[in-house]
């Protein structure tokens, strides 16, 4: 007897959001072409902002090559058999602009890259192979006769990915140094939620004519840099929630003759300053005492060696001669060839990246939702803090029920109605928890307690509904 659609089960909704953003990118974007329903799901922003934080530490990193004819190109180096696959973008205007020169960032699987063909920034996920242009920052300064460098990082605070750029003269360059001597560098941010660059106050620090882009870690970019009152070396951190600068202090090897050659990385998650045949790794991010070093290659050998990536147990992934991947074990100081299937014959690191849903195009969806979360939020908010002071004066039998919260808040009323009642359940609750991420340890033990009265859930379901936004 043949089986029709009624003889299997449907599954609620939120399991199969459940089940599908425990997914790899590669099955979800296979997955868009089972149904409409599931397409708009899989291509919604929030989702995308979901799956990315349930897979987290959890998918294995990509490495991100750029091949001598400045073709992309990606690699899983966790499997057995890595093979080297050639990212391109339809979504680049002409196949002919997909040229790439240099990776200038890298954060929540977006990739900042710099197009060879014309002179561009491009936001770029190379998992789902969409791409963004980014408009030229209004405030820099001529690319010809001044040094403009970037970094992106993603800002918690206001849920919005930035980009960063610090512009200044290179003219007057400290020949020992290599760092700059204008002191007037232009920064300026760029935010994808709302298309636009800013200038802000300026950076006092004395940048190096030849650093690379900045690195994101801990909400902030990084650049090694001097500064401008007494010319000590530091490693400058902009804090993309603040947007200011702050500073702390490199490894003790580090002096203004080393400045123009070594930069920071980020590797295993930990601020890192590769030079020559050592890492030294910050344990403990923004406390200098805490700077630990590692031989990554023996001394004798005189090769070009360059940091890709921390693997487990102690192994780096070192690029060699920009020709050759090599595992190198700093316990028993061994190394292996990382072979690599059509890998291209020379190439340069552009360093990693973790797959991601994440979306150029549609950054300013995932911003909106969030604003919807963040006032759900403080509904909750208040809520507890309410539940939890044993003020509330609420009786089923009212039409309405008013909180008052502190000054810095406004009120919020809702009336409980017996359709809201009839929906009230622990799970619905617990599933809002979740789709918020509101996981903090206390405050979510308090709404746990909290939603094991049916008053409380039945009130708090029925704000939900009246303000649509669950």
Same mark, same amino acid.
């Given at each position: %007897?043949?089986?029709?659609?009624?003889?299997?089960?449907?599954?609620?909704?939120?399991?199969?959001?459940?089940?599908?953003?425990?997914? +790899?990118?590669?099955?979800?974007?296979?997955?868009?072409?089972?149904?409409?329903?599931?397409?708009?799901?899989?291509?919604?922003?929030?989702?995308?902002?979901?799956?990315?934080?349930?897979?987290?530490n959890k998918m294995p990193d990509r490495l991100i090559l750029i091949s001598d004819s400045h073709i992309l190109f990606s690699v899983d180096y966790s499997v057995d058999s890595p093979v080297a696959t050639e990212i391109h973008f339809p979504s680049v205007e002409d196949e002919s602009y997909d040229v790439w020169a240099e990776i200038l960032g890298s954060c929540n699987g977006l990739v900042l890259a710099l197009n060879?063909?014309?002179?561009? %920034?491009?936001?770029?996920?190379?998992?789902?192979?969409?791409?963004?242009?980014?408009?030229?920052?209004?405030?820099?300064?001529?690319?010809?006769?001044?040094?403009?460098?970037?970094?992106?990082?993603?800002?918690?605070?206001?849920?919005?990915?930035?980009?960063?750029?610090?512009?200044?003269?290179?003219?007057?360059?400290?020949?020992?140094?290599?760092?700059?001597?204008?002191?007037?560098?232009?920064?300026?941010?760029?935010?994808?939620?709302?298309?636009?660059?800013?200038?802000?106050?300026?950076?006092?620090?004395?940048?190096?004519?030849?650093? +690379?882009?900045?690195?994101?870690?801990?909400?902030?970019?990084? $650049?090694?840099?001097?500064?401008?009152?007494?010319?000590?070396?530091?490693?400058?951190?902009?804090?993309?929630?603040?947007?200011?600068?702050?500073?702390?202090?490199?490894?003790?090897?580090?002096?203004?003759?080393?400045?123009? $050659?070594?930069?920071?990385?980020?590797?295993?998650?930990?601020?890192?300053?590769?030079?020559?045949?050592?890492?030294?790794?910050?344990?403990?991010?923004?406390?200098?005492?805490? $700077?630990?070093?590692?031989?990554?290659?023996?001394?004798?050998?005189?090769?070009?060696?360059?940091?890709?990536?921390?693997?487990?147990?102690?192994?780096?992934?070192?690029?060699?001669?920009?020709?050759?991947?090599?595992?190198?074990?700093?316990?028993?100081?061994?190394?292996?060839?990382?072979?690599?299937?059509?890998?291209?014959?020379?190439?340069?690191?552009?360093?990693?990246?973790?797959?991601?849903?994440?979306?150029?195009?549609?950054?300013?969806?995932?911003?909106?939702?969030?604003?919807?979360?963040?006032?759900?939020?403080?509904?909750?908010?208040?809520?507890?803090?309410?539940?939890?002071?044993?003020?509330?004066?609420?009786?089923?039998?009212?039409?309405?029920?008013?909180?008052?919260?502190?000054?810095?808040?406004?009120?919020?009323?809702?009336?409980?109605?017996?359709?809201?009642?009839?929906?009230?359940?622990?799970?619905?609750?617990?599933?809002?928890?979740?789709?918020?991420?509101?996981?903090?340890?206390?405050?979510?033990?308090?709404?746990?307690? %909290?939603?094991?009265?049916?008053? $409380?859930?039945?009130?708090?379901?029925?704000?939900?509904?009246?303000?649509?936004?669950?």
């Amino acid at each position: %007897m043949k089986a029709t659609r009624s003889d299997f089960p449907i599954l609620p909704q939120e399991l199969i959001a459940e089940i599908l953003c425990r997914l +790899p990118v590669k099955s979800l974007s296979r997955f868009k072409s089972v149904s409409h329903s599931w397409c708009s799901l899989i291509s919604n922003p929030h989702f995308a902002q979901t799956h990315f934080t349930q897979t987290t530490n959890k998918m294995p990193d990509r490495l991100i090559l750029i091949s001598d004819s400045h073709i992309l190109f990606s690699v899983d180096y966790s499997v057995d058999s890595p093979v080297a696959t050639e990212i391109h973008f339809p979504s680049v205007e002409d196949e002919s602009y997909d040229v790439w020169a240099e990776i200038l960032g890298s954060c929540n699987g977006l990739v900042l890259a710099l197009n060879e063909s014309d002179v561009a %920034m491009y936001l770029l996920n190379p998992s789902t192979r969409e791409s963004k242009k980014i408009p030229e920052s209004p405030f820099a300064l001529n690319s010809v006769n001044a040094c403009n460098l970037c970094g992106l990082g993603y800002d918690s605070m206001s849920d919005d990915f930035k980009i960063v750029m610090l512009s200044y003269y290179g003219g007057g360059v400290d020949e020992e140094s290599g760092a700059t001597t204008e002191t007037n560098t232009i920064v300026s941010v760029y935010s994808l939620k709302s298309y636009s660059w800013r200038k802000i106050q300026g950076s006092s620090y004395l940048h190096c004519a030849g650093d +690379p882009s900045g690195v994101y870690l801990n909400g902030c970019i990084h $650049w090694l840099a001097q500064r401008s009152s007494d010319y000590i070396s530091v490693i400058v951190a902009f804090d993309l929630g603040n947007e200011v600068f702050r500073e702390f202090l490199p490894p003790p090897f580090v002096n203004n003759a080393v400045l123009p $050659w070594f930069y920071p990385a980020v590797l295993g998650g930990y601020l890192c300053l590769p030079a020559f045949t050592d890492v030294w790794v910050m344990k403990e991010y923004g406390k200098k005492e805490s $700077w630990t070093k590692f031989s990554i290659c023996k001394r004798e050998d005189v090769s070009r060696i360059d940091v890709v990536c921390l693997l487990e147990d102690g192994e780096f992934l070192l690029s060699r001669d920009e020709e050759q991947l090599v595992v190198y074990n700093s316990k028993d100081e061994t190394s292996r060839d990382m072979v690599v299937c059509g890998i291209p014959g020379s190439f340069t690191s552009g360093g990693t990246y973790v797959e991601s849903l994440i979306s150029p195009e549609r950054i300013h969806g995932i911003g909106r939702q969030c604003e919807a979360c963040e006032r759900m939020k403080r509904i909750l908010q208040v809520m507890v803090e309410t539940y939890e002071a044993g003020t509330c004066q609420s009786s089923t039998n009212k039409e309405s029920y008013r909180v008052e919260p502190s000054s810095s808040s406004s009120n919020i009323e809702a009336s409980t109605s017996s359709s809201s009642g009839d929906r009230a359940s622990l799970s619905i609750c617990l599933h809002f928890l979740k789709f918020i991420q509101m996981v903090e340890g206390p405050f979510y033990e308090k709404a746990l307690r %909290m939603f094991q009265d049916p008053l $409380w859930r039945k009130l708090f379901i029925n704000m939900a509904c009246e303000k649509k936004m669950f």
